[in-house]
């Protein structure tokens, strides 16, 4: 999506779709969000047919995963700007960790959603 008339383009393509609720479109990330009871591959084709554009599914995080923390040997304090060395055994990254169910307990006290919550003023 280079210019404003692509943005519109792609978000005219899927907002009249049957299912569809909201359409948000950022240029700079060149993302389309679809929210609503809608078939995703029906949205992906619909917007490669329509706009002639490539498209692909971005992939789904859950809310619930965290990054594990890095390692403190890795980070050198003399070293140039974006050094990192190299600290792993195992070629293969870490993946990444579930938030135990007292994390999941903590973030959830202070939500607006949660009707018994505090509220911090």
């Not at 779709?17 to 479109?25: E, K, S």
């Not at 870490?94 to 009707?115: C, G, H, Q």
Request: hydrophobic fraction near 35%.
């Amino acid at each position: 999506m280079d210019c404003e008339g692509c943005e519109r383009r792609v978000r005219k393509s899927v907002q009249h779709m049957r299912g569809v609720t909201q359409v948000l479109v950022e240029p700079k990330m060149q993302k389309l969000t679809v929210i609503g009871h809608v078939d995703p591959d029906k949205v992906l084709r619909r917007v490669v047919h329509r706009t002639g554009k490539k498209a692909e599914m971005w992939p789904f995080v859950p809310y619930d995963m965290v990054p594990h923390p890095y390692a403190p040997g890795v980070y050198d304090k003399k070293a140039p700007l974006g050094y990192v060395r190299n600290v792993y055994d195992n070629p293969q990254p870490s993946s990444l960790a579930r938030a135990s169910s007292e994390e999941v307990r903590y973030t959830t006290a202070f939500s607006d959603e949660n009707i018994n919550a505090c509220v911090v003023m």
